[in-house]
Every structure is written in structure tokens, then in C-alpha cells.
């Protein structure tokens, strides 16, 4: 028995409940890659965000699936749904991404067929407590259904070490598309300020979902000790989100919510700064777009942020709004580190984080997997846990 299908045609299932953000350009990304490596492939995701037009827009199927971006109760039912999609679709791989899909799709597949489980970030950093517990113990059960599990950084591997997670683990970072995500030069910087209408304040940018994994609370907190040394300084947060109406009550007259766009990358041009106040991540693909920009960034020390910009960086503690202020503030007042630390980012970028790459470390992951998978099963039989 093979797990490959008819003509020896790879079939891949892609199933993500984020739809938006860096984990919905991800998936979108791995399945245009693929799609031009002449493979089958199908994403499962709900039909909101942009996901799905850009799965169909790659060439690639787009099929329907509810569920909620929590893990849940609930999360069986979609089990459920998500089985029989599998069933139809008899894919010879199942790619999880994130801890929704995670949890229904590892219950829903248990192991029969080649299943990858991409945390993109583990859920138990978004909980406290006994759900903490309740979530690493899930994810300890939940290895044993995942053929592998994929970590977007070495320090997210750690994180799943750490919690007692024992399982198949490969490391492939993030990459971004650094044709897309140009080095943006002093005449970029001034003509994206003028399409989107700013002055020549100095800017900090956050680009992000409006959330508590993103940090923008602190950020906002942050803010006043930032106007109290740079007192014509610009915020702006970029991104919407189920914290947006908290954020626009606390905004003050120098801070701007400016919503989802389309045009992020005008945003990074613009920006002084680039600000990442992230609680937790596994490595912010966001990141990687402002390196990739020749941003100067200032991030919380998460999981994959030290592994992206090495030496390029402005890294403090998750939740100090004293440090993430100072480290903001001295960026503003010294444009010319600012802008050696962008230069080194971009730089980096190239090195270590181009999309290409790690696309083609996906697929080489899928070879294998499937590999062992096809040995496996020939003389055993599908796997059970």
C-alpha cells in the first residue's frame, strides 16, 4: 500500500480556522507553492478572511469548514465535519495548521493517515491556569495522532519540549516573499506617506490582530512615556480584531486604528519604527515582513523573535511597558541607528528567511514523511494511537 495517489500525483489537505493574518498567508502560500509543483491540493478553512479566494486564486480547491478560532467543546462537532471531508477527500497528507484545527483535525484523522500539526504557536501560551494545564495536556495526548509536528522556530520546539510534548518534531522557519517585501528606500518611505496622508512625524507602526497575543494593550501603555521624550511622535496600529473597541477608547489624540489594509506594505515604508509587543508567538511572520522592509523593530523577547533578527534587533521583555517605551523612544531620537538596524534586517531576511526557501523545506518535509509513511504502512497497515 501507497500513500500516494492516482499517477503518483501528491494530494495534500491543508485545514486552518485562521483565515487572516500570517497563519492565512502561510497556508495560502504553501498551497500556491504546491499548486505549482503540480499536486492536488484543498484547504479547509471557514469562508470568511481571505483565505479562500486566495487558495482559489492559486489554483488550489477551497472547501468550507466551520470552526471557531478557540479550541472547545464545540471543537468535536467540527471533528466531526472535518472527518468527513477527509473521508471524501482521501488526501495522502493532512496538514494542520494552529491549535483549532490542531485539536479537530488530529481527532477527526487519529493517526490513519500522514497527518503535520503546525502550532504556529502553542495554545496553551494564550491561557493561564488550570485551562493552561488542561491545554499542555491535550497537546502531550494529541502528539501521538500527528505523524510530525512542524515548529516555525527552535524556541517553539522548546516551548512543546518544556510542556512534556513528545513527538516527531522538524524545525522550518517562516520565510516571507522578498520581491513582495522590497527594502524600502528613502523615496519609497516618502511617497507612502503621501498616499496615505501623513506628515513627517516621526511614526511607530504595529501591524497586527487587535488581540492579546498581539500586545497592543501594552503598547498603548507604553505610549505616553514614548511622547514624553519624542512629543511630535505617531502611532498607528494596523489590523482589526475582537480587542479593536478596548484599543479605540484608550487611543489618544496621537494614536491612529487605521483597521485591516490591504496596502500594509505602504505602512512599513512609512514607519520610523516598526513595534511587535507580541505576549507570545512562535515566529511572527509580521517580523519578517519588517525586516524584510529594512525596518528598524522593537519586539518582546517571544518564542522565534531573537532567532529572526539576531543582531538587528530591539528586543524586551513581554509585558514591560517601561523597557518596550525606552527601546521605541531611543530609536525615534537616533534615526541613523534606526536605519542601520533596518539594513541589517533586510540583509538578514536574505540570508535566512526568503519564502522560497521555506517552501521547498515544506515539501522535502512532505517527501519524507510520506516515505516513511508508504514503508510503514505496507507492512503494518494504517497507523493507530
Known sequence: MSWMGENNRRSVLHVSQPTEGGVGRYVADLAADQVARGWDVAVASPTYGELSARTVAAGARHIAWTAGRMPGPSSVLHAVSLSRIVERERPDLVHLHSSSAGL?????????????????????????????????????????????????????????????????????????DLEAYSEASTAERTAARRRLELGEEPLVVCIGRLSRQKGQDVLLEAWPAVLARVADAQLVLVGDGPDGKELRRRAGPSVRLVGHRADVDDWLAAADV???????????????????????????????????????????????????????????????????????????????????TTTARIADVYDELLGVEARVSSSTGPTTP
Do not use: Y
Not at 151 to 162: I, N, T
Open 104 to 176: 479537530s483535525g488530529r481527532l477527526a484523522v487519529r493517526g490513519r493517515r500522514p497527518t503535520i500539526f503546525q502550532p504556529h504557536a502553542w495554545s496553551f501560551e494564550a491561557v493561564g491556569g488550570p485551562l493552561h494545564l488542561a491545554a499542555a495536556a491535550w497537546e502531550r495526548r494529541g502528539a501521538g495522532w500527528a505523524t510530525a509536528i512542524v515548529c516555525v522556530s527552535e524556541a517553539e520546539r522548546l516551548r512543546g519540549e518544556e510542556h512534556g510534548i513528545r513527538a516527531r518534531w522538524l524545525v522550518v522557519p517562516n520565510g516571507v
Open 274 to 356: 516598526v513595534a511587535l509587543p507580541s505576549r507570545w508567538e512562535g515566529m511572527s511572520i509580521g517580523m519578517l515582513e519588517a525586516m524584510a522592509r529594512g525596518k528598524s523593530i522593537v519586539a518582546t523577547d517571544v518564542p522565534g523573535a531573537l532567532e529572526a533578527l539576531g543582531d538587528a534587533h530591539g528586543l524586551v521583555p513581554v509585558e514591560d511597558p517601561s523597557a518596550l517605551a525606552d527601546a521605541i523612544a531611543v530609536r525615534l531620537l537616533a534615526p541613523e541607528r534606526a536605519a542601520a538596524e533596518g539594513r541589517r534586517a533586510r540583509q538578514r531576511a536574505e540570508r535566512a528567511f526568503d519564502l522560497a
